[in-house]
């Protein structure tokens, strides 16, 4: 296609690329900085713990390592906004589910190690006869079990989101506080001098993302609802103006809405509009109890935004590429929404292919606006249906590897493109499939899931 086979200078937004080195060597800091909470009590333990028989010893160790982990996992998602910005919410929910299976495998690993070292530890396990110290790890690990059947059934059932958000966060620190407990009543590594001021280094690091984590209501700020536009029966878009400094953020970053000052329910969205402008706007698709919340209020109605959050945006590309190509189904277009509003008013030159997923055509949203934007900007849009009404002469079907390779140009080409996905997991995962078969290098492919 000639829109996207033009070679033209980047122009990326003001200072992007120092930004996006950056947040190069702040993922490279955290990553150290994760490694030093899971390995330093391990190391203090066998270097200044003192000599001890082997099953002892990996008692210890296991143990350790596992209330580490089980840190870790919880910091990672604490909402950290440079740590967020840095790496981009879907590898931090990655390292998340990682780190939660490592943790839990050290659990049992920990309770394995227990019974081998000694077969009448197994009284250990029973509730009426244990110890409060076995009592508290026992609770610790029926905890942990919950939060890791919670994340299963995020996947395959649909839940009350803020319900079983608050299971998730409350099980999560049932886990990380009794497995704390849990140590302090075994007494032996607190005993130890040195080995104690590293339990309470590892505390603080829990104390501090909780309070972090805690926090999001003191750091969010006010706006007030301008409008509220019914683009589809089932999606509106709500614009907002802010009550104070207009919110900063990079085209394609999300953030987070609560409708209360000091808390109450609150849900992730993406920014819809500009960066260049100074209000922000957020496409919601309103079928749960929240969005239709959102779509009946009233303008004036103040809105607390906790945010940005996420990196998958052109302005944090570490070498960003003289051409775009975004991909979207359904409501996942609303992050290229903001990219192409914020290219458009940056007089953008570069050459963009927007390729669109819908059941229908009357669920591709905003087709008027991205007609008006392609007369500023070097835009092609391909709309694809899946049941194409009588008449329909565009693209039909699913978008796999053979609508990919006759959109996107010569595989010379393509390969030097960033290529944006966004939409259900599905979706995402079968389009970054075809992206790679295609030979699209992964540094090229940016991905964002809903």
């Known amino acids: ?16 690329v120092a930004a996006a080195r950056g947040s190069a060597r702040t ?25 001890a028989p082997v099953w002892a010893m990996l008692t210890d160790l296991t143990g350790l390592f596992a209330l580490s982990a089980m840190v870790c996992t919880f910091v990672v998602v604490c909402r950290l906004r440079v740590l967020s910005r840095a790496a981009g919410i879907t590898a931090l929910l990655s390292a998340h589910r990682s780190m939660g299976v490592l943790a839990a495998g050290s659990v049992v690993l920990h309770i394995a190690v227990v019974i081998a070292a000694d077969l009448d530890n197994l009284y250990l396990l029973t509730w009426v006869a244990a110890p409060p110290r076995a009592r508290a790890a026992t609770v610790a690990t029926v905890a942990l079990a919950g939060v890791i059947a ?4 995020r996947r395959r059932v649909r839940q009350d989101y ?10 999560s620190v049932a886990a990380v506080g009794l497995s704390a407990l849990h140590v302090l009543l075994v007494g032996q590594l607190v005993a130890q001098p040195v080995m104690r001021w590293v339990l309470v280094a590892v505390a603080a690091v829990l104390v501090a993302g909780l309070w972090h984590r805690l926090s999001a209501a003191r750091r969010s700020s006010e706006h007030v609802v301008r409008e509220v536009c019914h683009d589809s029966p089932s999606v509106c878009t709500l614009v907002l103006d802010p009550r104070g400094a207009p919110l900063r953020f990079a085209p394609g970053q999300f953030a987070w809405l609560r409708l209360a000052k ?34 009946n209020l009233p303008p004036g109605t103040p809105v607390w935004v906790d945010g940005p959050y996420g990196s998958c945006s052109l302005d944090l590309l ?7 190509a975004m991909i979207a189904a359904g409501v996942g277009i609303t992050p290229m929404l903001s990219m192409v509003r914020t290219l458009a008013d940056r007089h953008d030159p570069r050459p963009l292919l927007l390729v669109r997923a819908a059941a229908t055509p009357q669920e591709l949203l905003f087709r008027h606006e991205l007609a008006q934007l392609a007369q500023r900007l070097d835009l092609t849009v391909v709309e694809v249906v899946r049941t194409p009404p ?8 699913d978008i796999g590897t053979p609508l990919l390779r006759a959109v996107l140009p010569h595989p010379g080409r393509r390969s030097a493109l960033d290529h944006f996905i966004c939409g259900p997991p599905g979706f995402v995962t079968a389009v970054a499939r ?9 540094h090229r492919i940016h991905i964002e899931q809903f």
Do not use: K, Y
Not at 27 to 51: C, D, Y
Not at 150 to 153: A, F, Q
Not at 162 to 171: G, I, Q, S, Y
Not at 434 to 442: I, N, Q, Y
């Open 1 to 16: 296609m000639g829109a996207v086979t033009n070679s033209l200078p980047v122009q990326a937004g003001p200072g992007s």
């Open 434 to 442: 075809g992206l790679r078969e295609l030979g699209v290098p992964e």
């Open 318 to 324: 570490p070498q960003p590429a003289s051409g775009v």
């Open 262 to 295: 000091g808390g109450g329910e609150e849900h992730p969205f993406t920014i819809a509009s500009s960066a260049s402008g100074g209000g922000c706007a957020f496409t919601v698709r309103s079928t749960g109890d929240f969005g239709t919340l959102l779509r």
């Open 150 to 153: 919670l994340g299963v059934l």
């Open 27 to 51: 993922v490279r800091r955290w990553v150290v900085g994760f490694a030093v909470v899971l390995l330093a009590p391990l190391a203090v333990r066998v270097v200044a713990g003192g000599p």
């Open 162 to 171: 803020e319900l079983w958000r608050w299971a998730h966060l409350v099980l």
């Open 390 to 397: 009588p008449g329909w002469r565009g693209a039909t079907g």
